[in-house]
């Protein structure tokens, strides 16, 4: 993985003491509430219902056991001995104390992480495939580019006061591991005619209060480009997206209001007048060096030679289940891509403990090459296992309740903390999680319904992506009672789509009856191994309308 | 209030007109700051207006854009002004970064001050952006103020000034 040189390191040095000044002066009453509340988002701190919430950066969802063991420390040391992972496969501290917010950064700084752009209306962490680097299908790993997007965007003098927030998801290939259609920006690796590997960029995606699927702004974007292409459309929107709506000031109302082929022009003659080959445009050295930061790890030449895992099957069957589900075909023969559970039963989806952390350290240490990756759905994984080593590895996990073989499956939820820790919130989300639950847990049933997305989110501001999602639930407050909207057929991989609403908000004590007659549907609709999505895309949302509404079953 | 040039206090010799006393009475106007060989900042839309009366003192003669402003003609009166002020209406709004830096790569080589709600924390990143001069408001301004530009010694931008 990256390792930071001097330059990188004084400067996330320098920003703990600008931030220590910062929150130094706030307390002393000399920088003014409006003005410290801008200065502390853009350093990951919100002030919650409860307490301060202090998002640490993940850059693209990639920590070495050193970090994440910090992480586990600072939990201990400054929290609840817990921290949350969340969709930008960041992580989230509850119940830090606003004070000692610079001794957490100046302790995350050692170990070279930051809690840089975690928040406010600027650049924030890039996302990308969790599995790069170690994929079959992809065309090459994406994390060298994200890391020159990372550097990029740090803080950047001219983009630290955007309109609003500004995300960028990068995938290694055709498939979508990065929801990167609901981004501002979606970068898609691709090869073109002649062999060569670029970018297709998307601009204008988003979710939300108006969740968009974003449009096509140029099909192919040479690699030495990335940062110069970028800061033009980043310019074009400082200058031109609205400020007088938070609501309509995403990206995605402006590339709307352009209409896609204007917002090109304009970003064009930015690019080609200005920015293309200003010292933004990047040399073969250049790409070669931030690649080398991510040559594959010394993989063992006799893997291959030990992959018949019939023994360990008979030792458990819930093993097998876990192998079966968790577990992601890796490009070496001999090995293969973990993944960890953070969907407990009956504990909120996302959450990890201090001792989990240390555990999961230790697991990567000893059979991953010390590195941890976080998902966009809220998961952990270990992407370079022996299939040898598998067994052990489960055992451990199992023994920390992080081996639930739900990957994929209905109980793999992307959810939002909801109302008890989000001031944005309108509704609860985790009481609803634990009902779903509690209602889902048989295994062979989950699996006999395939690979289902269910999302969601507490309100409009749609953290939890339930409009992409198979079934999506959004929270609302009606008159100071929780009722929870169901839409169905979203989706945030290739085929990405906004699901569609199917009817009026239910009461609280519905949500899991409603999630069952949806499935009831599905399953009685279904045709031989179709998946979810097919079903829904054959059949249309009216039998699941007609029978979630009908007067009574 | 504290101008801040090079990071030292300096006086402002400028006299900044607005759109309401410009509406008032134009040529009065002009014909007065003339006459005292005042250094005047027009609004950009006043100054384009007049633009044949007051593009014969570049020394003397500013203006002052914001990021409502139609700023297609900015880059063609580059050679008749001395000062460009940009205006930072409220903190959350960050135009004024980009305005600065279409100024200075096109070629501007006058002062480019920021005005408005500039306050310490922001002065490096104008600073990055292409300003050179920083009018603040009394309470904002300190004798600690310079040190806003030291704070961070390193960068990501090779496009953009250290």
Same mark, same amino acid.
């Given at each position: ?125 890039? @996302?990308? =495939? ?5 994929? #079959?299908?992809? *065309? +090459?790993?994406?994390?060298? &580019? ?128 200005? @920015?293309? =080959? ?5 040399? #073969?050295?250049? *790409? +070669?060096?931030?690649?080398? &930061? ?260 | ?162």
């Amino acid at each position: 993985m990256y390792q930071y040189n001097n330059d990188d390191q004084q400067l996330v040095d320098e920003r703990v003491e600008q931030y220590r000044d910062q929150t130094n002066r706030f307390l002393a009453g000399t920088l003014g509430e409006d003005e410290f509340l801008a200065l502390r988002l853009m350093n990951g701190l919100y002030v919650q219902r409860q307490a301060p919430m202090l998002r640490v950066a993940i850059p693209y969802g990639l920590m070495s056991s050193v970090q994440l063991r910090k992480l586990a420390d600072v939990s201990r040391k400054y929290d609840r001995n817990y921290a949350h992972f969340t969709t930008r496969t960041n992580l989230q501290f509850n119940w830090p104390k606003l004070e000692e917010v610079p001794d957490i950064l100046a302790e995350l700084a050692a170990v070279q992480m930051h809690a840089i752009q975690t928040s406010g209306n600027c650049i924030r962490n890039t @996302t990308t =495939d969790p599995y790069s680097g170690v994929y #079959k299908g992809e *065309i +090459e790993d994406p994390r060298p &580019y994200c890391e020159i997007i990372r550097q990029w965007s740090t803080m950047h003098p001219e983009f630290a006061y955007l309109p609003r927030k500004f995300k960028i998801a990068v995938t290694a290939g055709p498939e979508d591991r990065a929801a990167s259609q609901v981004h501002d920006i979606g970068l898609h690796m691709v090869k073109n005619d002649a062999g060569e590997v670029g970018f297709e960029v998307m601009v204008g995606g988003g979710l939300g209060r108006t969740p968009i699927i974003g449009q096509v702004i140029k099909d192919f974007l040479p690699m030495e480009h990335l940062r110069s292409y970028l800061d033009a459309i980043l310019r074009v929107y400082n200058l031109n997206g609205r400020r007088d709506n938070k609501y309509k000031a995403r990206i995605k109302i402006l590339v709307k209001a352009f209409g896609i082929k204007k917002m090109a022009a304009l970003v064009e003659e930015e690019w080609l007048g200005f @920015t293309k =080959d200003s010292d933004l445009l990047l040399s #073969k050295a250049d *790409i +070669e060096k931030f690649k080398s &930061y991510f040559t594959p790890p010394a993989y063992a030449a006799d893997a291959a030679n030990n992959i018949d895992l019939t023994t360990d099957f008979a030792k458990s069957a819930t093993f097998k289940a876990w192998y079966e589900r968790n577990t992601v075909e890796h490009k070496v023969d001999g090995y293969r891509i973990a993944v960890i559970s953070l969907k407990p039963l009956l504990l909120p989806p996302g959450d990890v403990t201090d001792s989990q952390m240390d555990l999961i350290a230790d697991l990567a240490d000893k059979y991953s090459f010390g590195e941890i990756r976080s998902t966009h759905d809220q998961n952990l994984v270990l992407a370079d296992v022996k299939m040898s080593e598998l067994y052990p590895v489960w055992e451990a996990l199992n023994g920390a309740n992080l081996a639930r073989a739900n990957i994929d499956t209905l109980t793999d939820m992307i959810c939002c903390p909801g109302y008890e820790f989000c001031a944005l919130a309108n509704a609860e989300t985790l009481p609803i999680a634990d009902q779903i639950n509690a209602r889902f847990d048989n295994l062979d049933y989950l699996y006999d319904l395939g690979d289902i997305q269910l999302n969601m989110s507490g309100c409009i501001n749609a953290c939890g992506h339930h409009h992409v999602a198979d079934i999506g639930i959004l929270g609302v407050d009606r008159k100071g009672e929780n009722y929870y909207q169901f839409t169905l057929g979203g989706s945030s991989k290739t085929d990405a789509s906004i699901g569609k609403t199917i009817g009026k908000a239910l009461p609280a004590t519905e949500v899991a009856n409603t999630v069952e007659k949806i499935l009831h549907v599905f399953v009685e609709n279904r045709v031989a191994e179709e998946s979810f999505r097919e079903v829904i895309k054959r059949i249309g949302l009216n039998p699941f309308k007609e029978y979630v509404y009908a007067a009574s079953h | 209030m504290p101008l801040l040039i090079n990071g030292k206090t300096s006086v402002d010799s400028w006299v900044t007109l607005n759109a309401e006393q410009f509406a008032a009475d134009a040529s009065a106007l002009i014909s007065e700051s003339r006459a005292k060989g005042s250094a005047v900042i027009y609004p950009i839309a006043d100054y384009l207006a007049n633009r044949d009366v007051l593009n014969s003192d570049p020394k003397n003669t500013g203006v002052l854009v914001t990021g409502d402003d139609d700023l297609s003609q900015l880059t063609e009166i580059f050679a008749e002004v001395s000062l460009i002020a940009i205006d930072f209406p409220v903190l959350r709004d960050g135009r004024g970064f980009s305005i600065a830096r279409n100024v200075t790569r096109r070629g501007f080589k006058g002062e480019v001050r920021a005005v408005g709600d500039v306050s310490y924390d922001r002065l490096d990143s104008m600073h990055r952006s292409g300003f050179n001069a920083y009018q603040m408001a009394d309470d904002k301004f300190s004798a600690d103020t310079h040190k806003a530009f030291t704070e961070m010694t390193v960068n990501y931008q090779p496009t953009h000034l250290r």
